[in-house]
């Protein structure tokens, strides 16, 4: 009881003492741990060296050109990092390999609902393009690195139309998808993950809206046709006007008459007016 009391008082009265205490027993643990690791693998590798020929075969893994193996020794990455392509040698009845697949992978965000910053409700799928690059950080940052890269892909889409009005995501959806694949980036690199390309798919807008949006376009095009033909008749009259003001009297009653002769109806009957000089000078002679 004595001796129980001084180490409860040393350790509630000096603390600092009882934390380097501690760091010094887990030092001694993890270095006994080293060595019995070390001691294993020495005999493993003695005994794979008396039994070659049997165990060579057990031994030896293939790793394709594409993919990379991440190796647990007694639960540890081994020093070295990845292995592959091709052939290495490990010890069995220590060591764990995780094989990493380094091509490009992509796939479908299912539609979205979400809402845009003026409160229009739309539905978005998009699809994402991704590939590992650092196969250690791949397998032990994170433990279903497709899910998690999935699932961060729906919520990155979702707050990335949050913030863009509709007109916005109807004519800036190339930016719009670069946004979202710099945020991506930014949130996976840190798994060993590179996104190469994000974009959006397809756009689906109430019925409602649609309908008005169809109503403002036709109005536009209608408008738009109108200033056309206004404009053409524009022309085309200061072209007459140009035209008649080149022409002399006579060379004016000579295009009239020319015009009247390429008048050619028999059902319809025509009214002209006559050349206002020979209505004077029918008038003179019966005075």
């Not at 060579?56 to 990845?82: D, N, P």
């Not at 791949?138 to 949050?162: E, P, S």
């Not at 509709?166 to 979202?180: E, G, K, P, Y």
Request: glycine share 6%; proline share 4%.
């Amino acid at each position: 009881m004595p001796g129980s009391n001084r180490v409860f008082c040393e350790e509630e009265c000096f603390p600092e003492n009882s934390k380097h205490i501690s760091e010094d027993a887990g030092g001694r643990s993890g270095g006994v741990m080293e060595v019995f690791g070390a001691v294993l693998t020495l005999l493993s590798a003695v005994f794979i060296l008396f039994t070659f020929p049997l165990t060579a075969w057990m031994c030896a893994k293939v790793i394709q050109e594409y993919e990379r193996a991440v190796i647990f020794r007694l639960g540890r990455v081994v020093r070295g990092g990845t292995k592959g392509p091709g052939l290495f040698w490990f010890i069995p009845w220590l060591d764990v390999i995780q094989r990493v697949d380094l091509r490009t992978v992509s796939f479908n965000i299912q539609p979205q609902e979400a809402l845009t910053a003026d409160g229009v409700p739309l539905k978005v799928d998009a699809v994402v393009f991704y590939r590992v690059v650092d196969p250690s950080l791949w397998v032990t940052r994170v433990q279903n690195g497709y899910q998690a890269t999935h699932t961060l892909a729906q919520t990155t889409l979702r707050a990335t139309l949050g913030t863009h009005t509709l007109t916005d995501v109807l004519t800036q959806r190339t930016s719009i998808a670069r946004r979202m694949e710099g945020a991506l980036h930014a949130a996976t690199r840190l798994w060993g993950v590179e996104v190469e390309r994000v974009e959006l798919k397809d756009l689906a807008l109430p019925v409602t809206l649609q309908r008005c949006m169809a109503s403002e376009a036709e109005a536009a095009r209608k408008a738009r046709a109108k200033m056309i033909v206004a404009e053409g008749e524009v022309k085309a009259s200061r072209a007459l006007q140009e035209a008649a003001s080149g022409l002399s009297p006579v060379a004016f009653h000579l295009r009239y008459l020319q015009a009247l002769s390429s008048v050619q109806s028999s059902t319809s009957v025509v009214v002209f007016p006559l050349p206002e000089e020979l209505l004077h000078l029918l008038f003179s002679e019966q005075r």
